[in-house]
């Protein structure tokens, strides 16, 4: 599993960042524990979660000056 940055999660829509969530949960379950791939996919899950919870507060890309 890849390492998603915040920048890549958060041009996902929500429909999308609900789809990966699954998939990283997934790996978190048939990873063994203290993995490398185990704790990528942790740290996804941590910043998926966070979007989706504050998904209308942050923007998806910066403002125009």
């Given at each position: 599993m890849n390492l998603f940055s915040m920048w890549e999660l958060r041009?996902?829509?929500?429909?999308?960042?609900?789809a990966l969530l699954e998939r990283v949960t997934l790996v978190i379950d048939e990873e063994p524990e203290?993995?490398?791939?185990q704790e990528i996919a942790l740290t996804n899950?941590?910043?998926?979660r966070w979007l989706l919870a504050n998904y209308g507060a942050v923007p998806s890309a910066p403002a125009p000056r």
């Open positions: 041009r996902l829509t929500r429909t999308e960042l609900r203290g993995s490398v791939y899950f941590r910043n998926i």
